[in-house]
């Protein structure tokens, strides 16, 4: 439990910052007590659970024996952590915290005690502030009593400490965790030491001799683009981590059922690849058979165990593409291509690009597919929307055993990068299947085939088949697809399948790629509420876009009446940054208008968000920075001849907390 949100809470911070602006690292050493000289891997229950019944002394021993039952604990997760609501809301006569009676009869230590049994460590959540940060009026928290609750915390046999940062009474952060670090020390237990203060007082600039870990962001969702706005704020923090003191982005929501397995294949990859602390957020008595296999990949987590201790980096990101490396103690590097498109992408980078010595082949192992192949110096991918794929690349060895690298893919014209692929009823669209023999060897006797939705046509412009295709070539296909008149709006699955055999191998290989086709339904008309009308995809910071109402954060339909500088309005949406709509306007519309602010009884100091509008892609609005303070402000943007129309709000670089980002009256003018 981290940084929850409600009108009781005092935290005080002089200015927001971005994290994407930077001084130098500073050279003060980590803390030299052996700890954490790798990320900290384990379970935290908050995100499953919150403060719901279900979270006692049976839940969290379960999980200690899943880990045990599921091989998890083989994997390298040890920590067993518990978050907030395992205490009573007052300290007793002594000043000692007390644990919940219902939720753990035993008290802690039986519960650590059980936790140890199983070979494993145990952790426990406290705040750096008079309270902890649970919406119902909190719990006892850390401040003043620092002291008194590591030796507490030490006689139960506690592991771990995650340290808030609610209520916290203006008491500078540095001071504060600082004392905590002291009071840790004094109990002569080893104890990793988690600052979870959420990046708004740069912990990474000064917490290396404090603490083992750090939050960079505030809190993760269970969606897709919370999660990668989360990356995108510690992925410019590398230079700060390593063995002993690690940036952390948050738990993992990998299993939490708000994302698809592709997302969260990507979203454990990042984290693996940025050398960021693994801890499951979900409940692991509910997840399926999947969800363990992704949890469970010891090829992906002896990336993000390296004992090197290097956070990897983006050495590109490129129209939602990027390339991330990560050198390891071996000399080989990790690399982790990945799409944060809602289109399929083909990406690629070179042994030179990734830092790897001149060769003449390579060895390719891919950590998903399980498979080894070798390359000419070529690392590439066909990634589906939100798909990722990560490697092992090794200069020489061995390669000449292993078959060629083979990139196989299909991709439908877009309007730009990134965007859907739109499909107009009664029109032809042009698809292309691509295949890349990235290897010194050639591949044989090569197919490529398409698949379209029933009542569809697609017809080859090209040849379908080559024979031989040597290394380092490619062979594409150009497919016209027609969609009937009569097709409904909608996402249909447009599917490649391919063949091919090599000289490691005459046994055919045969691979697929899934990709889409989205019909719209039809245009505005006339002047519209936007509210009235189905958008084609929305995401949102925290929780649903909201219709008519401001947003909630958390499910549908928690928000309440749209309200900016006292100005209400009826009609709008509610978003929560970073947040991105888009809607199909066909080339038929004119103007959309609005009134846009922070939502009256969100305001904060922290709020800063930027709203923008886009025809395709080509920006056509910007309101500049717009804070809780800022009077409603008039929006107006030209979006004549926009086929889509993409309505964005960003966070305005300070992170994405209390961004409740109104657009009332929210209007589309079209023919």
Known sequence: MDQRRSKWRTVVVAAAVGAGVLSTPQTAAAIDDGLALTPPMGFNNWNSTHCRADFNEAMVKGIADIFVDKGLKDAGYQYVNIDDCWALPQRNEQGDLVPHPERFPNGIKAVADYVHGKGLKFGIYTSAGTKTCNKDGG?????????????????????????????????????????????????????????????????????????????????????????????????????????????????????????????????????????????????????????????????????????????????????????????????????????????????????????????????????????????????????????????????GGDWYSYPPAVTAGADAAVLYPGAMPLVTPGKPVTYTTTVRNTGRTPIMNLSAKLFVPDGWSVQAKTSTTKLILAGEKQFQTTWEVNVPTTAEPGRFPVNAAFAYTTPQSRTPVSTGYQTEAVVPGAAPTGVKFLSDHKWLRAVNGHGPVELDTTNGEAKAGDGGPISIRGQKFTKGLGTHAPAHIEYYAGGNCTKVTAVVGIQDNKVNPLSLVTYEVWGDNTKRYESGPVTGTDPAKELSADVTGATVVRLIVTDGGNGKSYDHANWGDLKITCA
Not at 153 to 159: E, K, L, N, R, T
Not at 185 to 199: H, N, Q, Y
Not at 246 to 271: A, C, I, Q, R
Not at 376 to 384: D, V
């Open 139 to 395: 719990f006892p928290g850390g401040l003043g009593h620092e002291e008194q609750d590591a030796k507490l915390f030490a006689s139960w046999g506690i592991d771990y400490l995650k340290y808030d940062n609610c209520n916290n009474q203006g008491v500078d952060a540095k001071q504060r965790y600082t004392k905590m670090r002291d009071a840790l020390k004094a109990t002569g237990r080893p104890i990793v030491f988690s600052l979870c203060e959420w990046g708004q007082n740069k912990p990474w600039e000064w917490a290396k001799d404090v603490g083992h870990l750090w939050r960079t962001t505030g809190d993760i969702g269970d969606n897709w683009n919370s999660m990668v706005s989360i990356a995108k704020r510690n992925m410019v923090l590398a230079d700060y981590a390593g063995p002993g003191h690690w940036n952390d982005p948050d738990m993992l929501e990998v299993g939490n059922g708000g994302m698809t397995d592709v997302e969260y294949k990507s979203h454990f990859g990042l984290w693996a690849i940025m050398a960021a602390p693994l801890l499951i957020g979900a409940d692991l008595r509910k997840v399926t058979p999947h969800t363990f296999e992704i949890l469970g990949n010891k090829d992906v987590i002896a990336v993000d165990q390296d004992k090197l201790g290097v956070q990897g980096k983006a050495i590109r990101s490129e129209g939602g593409q990027y390339v991330f490396v990560k050198p390891l103690s071996n000399g080989d590097k990790a690399v982790l291509l990945f799409n944060e498109n809602d289109s399929g992408a083909q990406i690629s980078t070179t042994a030179q690009e990734i830092g790897l010595p001149k060769s003449f082949a390579y060895t390719v192992r891919d950590l998903w597919a399980k498979t080894t192949a070798h390359s000419a110096g070529s690392i590439s991918a066909a990634l589906p929307p939100h798909g990722s794929a990560m490697f092992r690349v090794s200069a």
